[in-house]
């Protein structure tokens, strides 16, 4: 994730901001351009039609916001001469729950700040983004459900066949945190579920649509093998001894399918993150540290780059700094994950993955 500047006064933005504090300009996210900009009024709303803005970021297109934008769950804009209703991320979406229930309107909200930063992460690695509707074989989308006690419905996040499916009571923090406990993961977070679900939906698409399933067996295991028996072995006995060492998270040891996505999602939480550490700046030189084994700076675009090692030594310092960070507030590690040699090499097949098909390497614009 990147920062951003205001085209009016240049205060200093955040992705998910819709008014400029400083100057109270109206911004909106323009994802063709990988830009939040100010906008001005261009044409006002006649009958039931949008308003239409001009963004200073490209002064000649008109655009509008997205129909979530009402809702208070999008900033992201649909340019004026398209006949969608909804923007890059959110026509993904095919069902959403009843917002009419201030409660689940809340929770929804903050399911949508998850699922946009992880559609923002698609767009920068140039992944195919195709939704249900204008590709039902092959297409994204997207069902944000509410659980039905009446009916005795229980939601469960996943996904299948393009279809994720995420549990709005997930939006929950004690429910989340609840659920975290309960099934012994140290870390469990709304964009860390779209970003593992969408790891499923990339593997059909790359791996095994893309013709490198045998690579990627080579790498994470026989994916053939009964995936029920699997789950249900490893929620009955654990993980096998020593899994730290081939596996990112216990739940990575379940089955090559779960390998993969954890293995997945740790890459985009890795690029992400480094990206905004170079957007703040920031450098790692610990005084303590007379090796200088901990010393990173990230002078390098993190989803554009094809060297996996690059991207573990800027990595490693910043999460023990990060971790060290967190404890001296009285909380636990903030990436609580150790990264052995035969994961570093499964990201690496990651990284080979999301880059096959890119375009010449580019900066943020």
């Not at 699922?115 to 297409?139: M, V």
Request: glycine share 8%; aromatic share 10%; charged share 25%.
């Amino acid at each position: 994730m990147r920062l951003f500047n205001c085209q009016v006064c240049g205060q200093m933005l955040h992705f998910e901001n819709t008014l400029c504090v400083k100057c109270g300009a109206m911004l909106g996210y323009l994802p063709q351009r990988n830009v939040l900009s100010a906008l001005e009024p261009a044409e006002e709303a006649g009958g039931d039609g949008p308003a239409l803005w001009r963004p200073k970021a490209m002064p000649r297109r008109l655009a509008r916001f997205c129909e979530n934008a009402r809702h208070e769950a999008c900033n992201w804009m649909v340019p004026a001469e398209s006949e969608e209703r909804f923007c890059l991320s959110c026509r993904h979406n095919r069902t959403i729950p009843d917002i009419s229930d201030p409660v689940n309107k809340a929770q929804w909200q903050k399911i949508e700040i998850a699922k946009h930063r992880a559609i923002y992460s698609f767009i920068r690695l140039w992944l195919p983004l195709r939704n249900q509707t204008d590709d039902p074989e092959r297409g994204l989308a997207f069902d944000i459900l509410a659980d039905m006690p009446e009916a005795g419905q229980r939601v469960m996040t996943g996904h299948d066949n393009g279809l994720i499916t995420v549990a709005l009571i997930e939006a929950d923090d004690t429910e989340r945190v609840k659920r975290q406990t309960a099934m012994g993961e140290p870390y469990r977070t709304l964009l860390g579920h779209f970003r593992h679900e969408s790891g499923h939906y990339y593997w059909d698409r790359l791996v095994r649509d893309g013709g490198r399933l045998e690579e990627c067996r080579a790498i994470f295991g026989d994916d053939t093998q009964d995936y029920g028996a699997a789950l249900q072995r490893h929620y009955s006995e654990g993980p096998p001894p020593g899994w730290r060492e081939n596996f990112v998270s216990a739940y990575a040891a379940a089955h090559p399918w779960e390998d993969f996505a954890e293995s997945w999602a740790h890459y985009l939480h890795i690029v992400d993150t480094l990206e905004m550490a170079r957007a703040f700046g920031i450098g790692i030189a610990p005084v303590a540290d007379r090796t200088g084994e901990l010393a990173a700076e990230v002078d390098f675009n993190p989803y554009r780059s094809t060297d996996i090692q690059a991207v573990m030594d800027a990595w490693v310092p910043l999460t023990v700094t990060l971790n060290s960070l967190n404890r001296c507030m009285g909380e636990g590690d903030l990436y609580p994950f150790v990264l052995s040699p035969a994961v570093v090499a499964k990201l690496g097949f990651i990284q080979s993955l999301v880059h096959g098909e890119v375009p010449p390497d580019e900066e943020a614009l």
